[in-house]
């Protein structure tokens, strides 16, 4: 299941995108689809509270409290294909900069032949990025089903009442396996911190090593134990 999610201005905008973006979808990728469309950033936000994976999305940044939002909508959807819609008279520093790092950029007012160009060429590219994402799936299962989770949108690992937890920020995946046998199927950005945790070092927001303990983007506080400081410590030195 690919996720979309846009954000724009105004109804005829988003009517616009319902038509054009399933048309993208279908040409360039094989996989499910499902949309959620909105001119509201309080609605849009709790959208991306309460699912944790979001694929694509689309942002007008002259959209009402849409600019104020923008570092918040990466730190929640780091992995994000992100398109910005933003007006041809705006500073680009205000949405091209530190910490958003979009994807493809539209620029307002457009003619639809423009927006299709983009589009065409923005599906191409992302396309090519879920083709390749295939490879990172994590299969779990859950009583009788099999689920396909994309690795790098899991927090961290946690082991308890003998089976592990893959968290996602509101989000969580129970499955029976151990620490030690998960980890052999996880990228070397997942590090053991403690004899429960796995935790993906991309997710983490602040680290507190001498307090022995490390709070996440998602704002849980995970421990750190004296057996594992040091690679979590030696990881972030190269690496963050």
Same mark, same amino acid.
């Given at each position: 299941?690919?996720?979309?999610?846009?954000?724009?201005?105004?109804?005829?905008?988003?009517?616009?995108?319902?038509?054009?973006?399933?048309?993208?979808?279908?040409?360039?990728?094989?996989?499910?689809?499902?949309?959620?469309?909105?001119?509201?950033?309080?609605?849009?936000?709790?959208?991306?509270?309460?699912?944790?994976?979001?694929?694509?999305?689309?942002?007008?940044?002259?959209?009402?409290?849409?600019?104020?939002?923008?570092?918040?909508?990466?730190?929640?959807?780091?992995? $994000?294909? &992100?398109?910005?819609?933003? *007006?041809?008279?705006? %500073?680009?520093?205000?949405? +091209?900069?530190? =910490?958003?790092?979009?994807?493809?950029?539209?620029?307002?007012?457009?003619?639809?032949?423009?927006?299709?160009?983009?589009?065409?060429?923005?599906? $191409?590219? &992302?396309?090519?990025?879920? *083709?390749?994402?295939? %490879?990172?799936?994590?299969? +779990?299962?859950? =009583?009788?089903?099999?689920?396909?989770?994309?690795?790098?949108?899991?927090?961290?690992?946690?082991?308890?009442?003998?089976?592990?937890?893959?968290?996602?920020?509101?989000?969580?995946?129970?499955?029976?396996?151990?620490?030690?046998?998960?980890?052999?199927?996880?990228?070397?950005?997942?590090?053991?911190?403690?004899?429960?945790?796995?935790?993906?070092?991309?997710?983490?927001?602040?680290?507190?090593?001498?307090?022995?303990?490390?709070?996440?983007?998602?704002?849980?506080?995970?421990?750190?134990?004296?057996?594992?400081?040091?690679?979590?410590?030696?990881?972030?030195?190269?690496?963050?």
């Amino acid at each position: 299941m690919i996720r979309y999610l846009a954000l724009m201005s105004s109804r005829l905008e988003t009517r616009q995108l319902q038509e054009l973006i399933p048309q993208y979808a279908a040409k360039y990728t094989d996989e499910k689809w499902e949309y959620y469309y909105s001119e509201n950033v309080d609605s849009v936000m709790g959208h991306i509270e309460q699912y944790s994976k979001q694929d694509v999305i689309g942002w007008d940044v002259t959209a009402n409290g849409a600019e104020e939002e923008l570092i918040n909508l990466r730190k929640h959807c780091p992995a $994000s294909f &992100l398109m910005i819609f933003a *007006s041809s008279r705006m %500073n680009p520093m205000r949405y +091209v900069k530190a =910490g958003v790092n979009p994807d493809s950029l539209v620029l307002k007012p457009y003619e639809k032949e423009d927006l299709m160009e983009v589009l065409d060429e923005s599906f $191409s590219v &992302l396309g090519e990025r879920i *083709s390749k994402s295939k %490879n990172d799936l994590l299969t +779990v299962y859950t =009583g009788n089903a099999q689920k396909y989770l994309q690795v790098d949108i899991i927090d961290y690992v946690e082991a308890r009442e003998k089976k592990v937890f893959l968290k996602m920020k509101k989000e969580e995946y129970g499955m029976y396996d151990s620490l030690e046998d998960i980890s052999k199927r996880l990228p070397h950005s997942f590090v053991r911190c403690h004899r429960s945790y796995i935790i993906n070092m991309s997710h983490i927001d602040k680290m507190f090593l001498s307090e022995n303990y490390i709070i996440m983007k998602n704002g849980d506080r995970i421990p750190v134990s004296r057996t594992y400081k040091k690679a979590v410590k030696e990881y972030g030195i190269k690496n963050i």
